[in-house]
């Protein structure tokens, strides 16, 4: 997993267990094992009951959904993965490493220290979870066997962590409340001081009236008019949307207007949540 520090990407790694992993809001990063089945009937049971209301369960199902099917796509006509796989990929690996310049003031690294350092590491890896033989080989190259064969490629990787409503979502001081929508249905709110946003996610909720769209609005906390923040009809309705300002914003509200939103509100909210801790 990797952050954006203004000055490049800084490497985060993963934890000892998948509980650190989902508390620090590594669930995304999970998926592509969580599809390979390298994980323990405890750590999956654990993996599914933190995205069975978590605002990244869409996106998660989507990834497992895309590893699977990549991987199927690619052995549609294999009882097992071709035994050169890993040894393909880590040869491209060492090939990169010996031909790309070693960064300003870093250290020349030799072809067999880059394979031994990423063998050791997956090692350790693998005994840390108490995966056998198999599931080792899976978490070892999982990411770079999809990558390989053209399913989540790095650059989908890195957009998606540049994606604003998963800066919001990972953010370490995000702080979630769900809300229940008058007609059923669910909204919940994740806001992050940190960047001084917060998204919005409707679940189960019904399309507004025929033209008519859900419209969002911040209460300012010195109490002038409300801000429009957007319009969600049926296609967007499902779709996080994202809300910069929450350092200025008392409440979030969601009213019905015509379709085009309006400049200011035209009914009662259907629903006003407070973003105050």
Do not use: C
Not at 159 to 187: C, S
């Amino acid at each position: 997993m990797s952050e954006n520090n203004g000055g490049g990407f800084v490497r985060r790694m993963f934890a000892n267990d998948i509980a650190t992993d989902l508390a620090e809001g590594r669930v995304l990063e999970l998926a592509e094992i969580y599809a390979l089945d390298a994980v323990t009937e405890s750590e999956r049971a654990m993996i599914e009951d933190y995205i069975k209301d978590a605002p990244e369960g869409p996106a998660f199902k989507e990834r497992v959904r895309q590893a699977r099917e990549t991987l199927t796509l690619g052995f549609a006509h294999e009882e097992e993965p071709p035994a050169a796989l890993f040894g393909n990929i880590m040869d491209r690996i060492t090939k990169d490493a010996a031909t790309r310049p070693p960064a300003e003031g870093a250290l020349p690294a030799t072809s067999g220290t880059v394979v031994d350092e990423l063998s050791a590491a997956r090692t350790k890896r693998a005994e840390r979870r108490g995966l056998s033989g198999g599931r080792a080989w899976l978490v070892g190259v999982a990411a770079a066997a999809v990558i390989a064969l053209g399913g989540v490629g790095v650059g989908a990787y890195v957009a998606a962590q540049n994606d604003p409503v998963n800066q919001v979502l990972q953010a370490q001081d995000v702080r979630k409340k769900t809300a229940e929508v008058p007609g059923g249905g669910t909204a919940t709110i994740s806001a992050s001081s940190a960047k001084d946003s917060f998204v919005v996610l409707m679940d189960g909720v019904a399309p507004a009236p025929n033209g008519k769209v859900y419209q969002l609005w911040t209460l300012p906390k010195d109490g002038s008019a409300p801000v429009p923040q957007g319009t969600m009809d049926a296609e967007t309705l499902s779709k996080p949307a994202v809300v910069k300002g929450l350092s200025s914003a008392s409440s979030v509200a969601i009213t019905v207007e015509p379709v085009g939103g309006s400049s200011s509100p035209t009914q009662p909210p259907v629903l006003v949540v407070p973003l105050s801790a």
